[in-house]
């Protein structure tokens, strides 16, 4: 995928990829040693990192995907400060109920200020300003932006950190009929969202916590180190939302029951009679990372901001509402926990920093440099994303990076492979390597 902002091609010589042989011992599991090893991220301080340019271009790519998505369903995008006023929060009542996760911070005026955890008090005070009436309804608004929260345990690298990137969606409607098919968009997207990024993500029962609120599910990845334990029946993780056709103007709601009528659930809301239901062949108890989270409240927040708007009728109601957030820092580190081997990363071809790999081995040579040079130019005029390896280091320190950063191919171009006119070309997933003429490696990796 070309993502504007990024460039198609570096150097190796002149990206900053710090890579590292060995993980420090306290990264506990995979994907925060990878991310690690891979020179993606550094840690700051407990929990909260730097994001490297290789790790910073893949994050860019997973929030692009997210707001595409988001803009099919007519969600827009917009920008909120990471620094609030308490005030909104007093009035919610939240600020005495979030406790010690929420930074608080005193400006020079003495202004009691917090860095974000959400934003629904200030979404509901900005549409509150605007909105009027029923024909203002429904509207689905949404930001990709830095939240913060002190969690007493932060851990697993950026899974569970106190600096991450969420992306987080507010709905608005009249009542709560409105609000649903806003829901249903929303689950259906984040549905296409997650097998866009190449992960299975399984939709389950959830509570709403003390967002509060009725209905809610949170999206799981399956994997032994997630820290939520969840129930589900089988049958859900074989659906395929990439094979439905969907159309956003449509009712929802069939595609929506199909995977809601089977058990998935959270243990916060695990009914035994329920379980008990599932065939014993079909049940699975295991454990899950959440990578999101959707909600519907009500009128939680709007009527004690004062939000409401005239009905038809005249007559002024508050509004329904919900929220809808992805841990888009956390489901970086959780696409490695699903896509990984003993080298390193196989990213899903969707969110991997660059399409392939361009690998010289005999960089003494003129000839063999110069025709890398020319390469790596043509896979940039092919719209292919490419990492030169151009570095003066041995062969294997060199395959052996593009192993552990999970590129989807690699090119690699010597002295003798170009004197019969080939160029080796080797597949990430499975590792077969194949000799091939430079163009015939263009259209295997541009999947034609
Ligand atoms: P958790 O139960 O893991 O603490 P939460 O229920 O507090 O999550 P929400 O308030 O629903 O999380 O936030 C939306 C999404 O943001 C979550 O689904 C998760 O993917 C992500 N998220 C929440 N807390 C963190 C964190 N500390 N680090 C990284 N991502 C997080
Ligand atoms: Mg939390």
């Known amino acids: 995928m070309q993502t504007t902002k990024l460039c198609k091609g570096v150097r190796l010589t002149e990206f900053f990829m710090p890579t590292l042989r060995n993980a420090p011992s306290d990264a506990k599991i995979v994907s925060h040693q990878l991310m690690l090893r891979a020179g993606m991220i550094r840690q700051e301080s407990s929990g909260i990192y730097s994001w490297l340019p290789l790790g910073y271009r893949i994050l860019t790519k997973i929030s692009e995907i997210i707001s595409q998505e988001q803009n099919k369903i007519g969600a827009c995008e917009m920008l909120m400060p990471t620094i609030q006023s308490a005030d909104l929060w007093k009035k919610s009542g939240r600020y005495d109920d979030y406790g010690q996760e929420m930074l608080r911070i005193n400006d020079r005026h003495n202004q009691e200020m917090l860095f974000g955890p959400t934003n629904e008090e200030m979404i509901t005070d900005i549409f509150a300003n605007f909105a009027q009436s029923y024909k203002d309804l429904p509207k689905n608004i949404f930001q990709i932006q830095w939240k913060f929260r002190d969690e007493i345990r932060p851990r697993f690298g950026v899974m569970r950190g106190r600096e991450f990137l969420m992306k987080d969606g507010y709905g608005f409607a009249i009542d709560e009929e409105q609000h649903k098919k806003i829901y249903n968009k929303i689950f259906v997207s984040y549905l296409r969202t997650f097998a866009r990024l ?169 000839n063999c440099t110069k025709t890398c040079d020319e390469y790596y130019e043509t896979l940039q005029n092919n719209d292919i994303e490419v990492a030169y390896d151009d570095r003066d280091i041995g062969a294997g320190a060199k395959f052996s990076d593009m192993e552990l950063i999970g590129l989807p191919w690699v090119i690699v171009v010597g002295k003798k492979s170009i004197e019969k006119g080939l160029v080796e070309l080797k597949n990430r997933t499975t590792g077969q390597t194949q000799d091939l003429s430079f163009e015939q490696a263009i259209n295997i990796v541009k999947g034609k």
């Open 198 to 366: 190449g992960v299975k993500a399984i939709p389950m029962q959830a509570d709403t916590g003390p967002i509060g609120g009725k209905l809610s599910h949170e999206f799981i990845i399956l994997a032994d180190t997630g820290e939520s334990e969840i129930f589900c029946d089988k049958e859900v993780i074989d659906l395929d939302i990439l094979q439905e056709k969907i159309d956003y103007r449509g009712d929802l709601e069939p595609i929506v029951n199909k995977w809601t009528e089977k058990y998935a659930s959270t243990d916060e809301m695990f009914v035994e009679q329920e379980w008990a239901k599932v065939p014993d062949t079909n049940k699975i108890a295991t454990r899950g990372i959440e990578v999101g989270h959707i909600f519907y409240f009500g009128t939680k927040y709007s009527e004690p901001l004062g939000l409401k708007v005239a009905d038809k009728d005249g007559s002024l109601k508050p509004l329904h509402m919900g929220s809808y957030g992805i841990g888009v820092s956390r489901v970086f580190a959780g696409i490695i926990e699903a896509c990984h081997d003993e080298k390193g990363i196989v990213f899903p071809s969707s969110v991997a920093p660059f399409d392939v790999g361009l690998v010289n081995v005999s960089l003494k040579d003129e």
